[in-house]
């Protein structure tokens, strides 16, 4: 039998946690809302008694549990020495929108003192620090539709490959900010770039001339080799510590050119060297596709 794999969702109120619940619900996990953290093991002792085959869970948890925070890290370490994969989601959205979501729906958050949504969205950060810094991944919910946000569980957590690492490659511009869920970050401004190249400027990383013009340079090929090199070390120790999936991020400065052309290229290696299950998101393009052997 498989590892039972619980995966904790939590975050800030307001950001999408019953949409991510939901959709692991279709993908087959059995879904507990506001269970109290205390209960968590007992409920495992509970299906292990009874012989249950639930083998995916996840449990809602969040300040509506305040009292039960304290001790929220001694129990997440007690049911990882189980035969138990234990993971926590964090999701989050930038103040701003999480503003703007409470006065379309005319909901109170839940830690608004007389009505002020900020203070409550404030408090609720400084509370949830502890839990969000051991985060295995945190979703920033800020950019993105309820659909996307559904997309995004389901490429995560689908059995396709089951066991095997997921890998997402992100080109991205450091001028609009880090991806917050990186795991490796490659910063390519260092090599040459494109856009003061007039014939080249208004073209993007995806043209071949674009890419031509960015491989053919010494520095780019140098720079490609030590990086394979490093990948080819690093992966196989991830996979054999159980990392279940891996975000590489690629930033140029403006996110259209040196990093679309290296981040792409270092999918599709990835896949030619044996990783099936590689994603490719050109952030500033708004492109994300699975990458393919050719």
């Not at 996840?58 to 049911?79: E, G, M, N, T, V």
């Not at 043209?207 to 053919?216: G, R, S």
């Amino acid at each position: 039998m498989s590892r039972r794999k619980i995966v904790i969702i939590t975050g800030l109120s307001g950001s999408g946690k019953s949409t991510v619940s939901k959709t692991l619900e279709d993908l087959g996990y059995f879904c507990v809302d506001n269970l109290p953290v205390d209960l968590t093991p007992k409920l495992i002792e509970l299906m292990d008694a009874g012989g249950t085959e639930l083998q995916k869970i996840a449990l809602i948890i969040d300040l509506r549990q305040r009292k039960f925070f304290p001790r929220y890290s001694a129990i997440f370490d007690s049911l990882e020495l189980r035969d138990t994969s234990l993971e926590i989601l964090f999701i989050e959205s930038r103040d701003e929108v999480l503003i703007r979501r409470y006065s379309e729906t005319r909901r109170q958050h839940p830690l608004a003192v007389d009505g002020d949504v900020v203070d409550g969205i404030q408090k609720e950060r400084a509370e949830l620090k502890e839990i969000k810094d051991r985060a295995d991944r945190i979703i920033d919910t800020s950019d993105i539709t309820v659909h996307q946000l559904r997309d995004e569980i389901k490429k995560i957590y689908s059995d396709l490959h089951a066991g095997e690492l997921q890998i997402q490659v992100n080109a991205f511009g450091f001028g609009k900010g880090l991806p917050l869920d990186s795991d490796l970050l490659f910063d390519v401004r260092f090599l040459p770039n494109p856009f003061f190249v007039e014939n080249l400027k208004s073209k993007d990383g995806r043209n071949q001339e674009v890419i031509d013009w960015i491989l053919e340079k010494p520095v780019t090929k140098t720079f490609l080799k030590k990086v394979y090199d490093l990948l080819n070390f690093l992966l196989p120790l991830y996979i054999k510590e159980g990392k279940q999936y891996l975000n590489i991020s690629v930033g140029c400065t403006g996110g259209r050119h040196r990093s679309v052309v290296v981040g792409a290229l270092l999918a599709k290696t990835l896949v030619a060297q044996g990783y099936h299950n590689v994603r490719l998101k050109l952030r500033e393009l708004g492109v994300e596709t699975r990458v393919e052997t050719d």
